[in-house]
């Protein structure tokens, strides 16, 4: 089997990540490339890959059979615009776009190019979510769980202490507790539940106005507290809770059905099990801990997006489709600040 070349752009934090999960994958080669060639060129010599001095070379090669797009959200749709239009495939870090317009434009001009597409929220390629997932797949549109039962609410919290980087906190440049933090919930709850039919913005503050970040204090303006409440389409009730103040990170969720719960944590010294009053789905009378050890999700979701590129077939999570349901639903939370 022939090398597969991918083209990377924007050498910032995300990137040494998405280019160690791609050198895992046998025959696979990165290019990397950066408005700042200099940083191309830095990163490439650090993670062992070629480099070019611009992402235009990237769409021009022949050879690269697909992008991956590491830049901030203002720039994602023209650059997944290129990537389809140089016959690519493409994986980009989330959100897909700023807006639920055009992640409807894109949504089209992906199902009309026949291009694969993949938006990279992360947290499904944890194997305690996808544990969870399995536990909804087979009646989730009607509200049940195999194991759970009867599905009526689900809690989703979400925190992290913010001020590494100032972009995060400055609403102009799409920072925020919503979408640094908040979206990754929202996705589990659609990847669950599916599309949300009702949003109310509960909580929506800024509490810590300044920030000391590498050594320099700034005056910030995005949200650093919200709460959410939703209702989804098969009527599951969720809460979820994002915060960029949690002096360290933190991540667990809770789902609750009528005979038994789960509550899962990407964190290892977190709680994570499935409790059933019955035994049902697999699942004996009582709490079963729920322990799969550390995972790479990078490697998991590089490999996802390879496999998908290769056999020319959409991927199996993280799908457009997806990341279209989760920016509906934040143009619903959005609409309320609007308002």
């Given amino acids: 089997m022939a090398n597969t070349k991918i083209g990377l752009i924007g050498c910032g934090k995300q990137a040494p990540k998405h280019i160690s999960g791609l050198l895992k ?23 062992g890959v070629a480099w070019v001095k611009d992402a235009e070379a990237l769409f021009c090669d022949p050879g690269i059979a697909a992008i991956d797009v590491c830049t901030s959200t203002k720039s994602h749709g023209e650059l997944i615009r290129r990537a389809v ?12 776009c700023e807006t639920v317009d055009e992640a409807h434009r894109l949504e089209r001009l992906v199902e009309r190019s026949g291009r694969i597409g993949m938006v990279g929220y992360i947290y499904r390629f944890a194997p305690v979510f996808q544990e969870a997932k399995r536990l909804f797949t087979e009646s989730a549109v009607q509200g049940r769980s195999d194991a759970l039962g009867e599905v009526v609410a689900a ?22 507790a919503i979408n640094e933090m908040l979206v990754h919930m929202l996705d589990l709850a659609i990847w669950y539940f599916g599309p949300v039919d009702e949003a109310k913005l ?41 915060d960029l103040l949690t002096p360290s990170f933190t991540q667990i969720c809770e789902v609750q059905g009528d005979n038994g719960t789960f509550t899962g944590s990407i964190q290892a010294d977190m709680p994570s099990f499935v409790y059933c009053v019955e035994p049902a789905g697999g699942y004996r009378a009582g709490k079963t801990n729920l322990d799969f050890g550390p995972r790479n999700l ?30 509906e639903a934040l143009d619903m939370i959005n609409s309320e600040r609007r308002a």
């Fill in 25 to 47: 994958i046998s025959g696979v080669e990165v290019v990397v490339a950066d408005v700042d060639s200099g940083r191309a060129e830095a990163l490439a010599e650090a993670e």
């Fill in 202 to 242: 509960l909580v929506d503050t800024l509490l810590r106005p300044k920030r000391l970040i590498r050594g320099e204090r700034h005056e910030v303006d995005a949200e650093d507290y919200v709460v959410v409440q939703l209702r989804m389409r098969n009527g599951v009730h969720v809460l979820c809770q994002a």
């Fill in 298 to 327: 990078f490697e998991g979701q590089m490999a996802e997006f390879v496999r998908a590129v290769r056999t020319q077939t959409q991927p199996a999570l993280c799908a457009i489709r997806d990341s279209v349901l989760l920016l």
């Fill in 155 to 176: 809690q989703f919290r979400i925190g992290g202490r913010g001020s590494h980087q100032l972009w995060k906190h400055r609403r102009d440049a799409g920072g925020g």
């Fill in 85 to 96: 239009e140089s016959g690519k495939d493409f994986m980009c870090e989330k959100p897909l």
